[in-house]
């Protein structure tokens, strides 16, 4: 029997790009990744959320947990090798 590790999302490409995420609750978060791990849990700074009426509000650095994206969607350019 062998042993399966699950691995981690790879997202070292986006990593100091600007995310634009979709959330459950019909919610979207645009913001700089500095940080993830194995269970897709994302640390955003300089945030900002859509309101429903189209204003923007800046949050800040967050945490957002990984079972709340939906989507995610890369503002900048991401050069693969």
């Known amino acids: 029997m062998s042993s399966k590790h699950q691995k981690g999302p ?8 600007k995310l634009k995420l979709s959330l459950n609750g019909n919610r979207k978060v645009t913001g700089q990744l500095r940080g993830y791990d194995a269970f897709l849990n994302v640390v955003l700074e300089d945030a900002v959320t859509e309101t429903t009426g189209g204003a923007t509000e800046n949050i ?3 945490v957002i947990r990984g079972n709340s994206i939906i989507q995610f969607e890369s503002v ?3 050069y693969t090798s």
């Open 10 to 17: 790879d997202l070292k490409r986006f990593m100091d790009k």
């Open 76 to 78: 900048d350019r991401i």
């Open 60 to 62: 800040g650095t967050i």
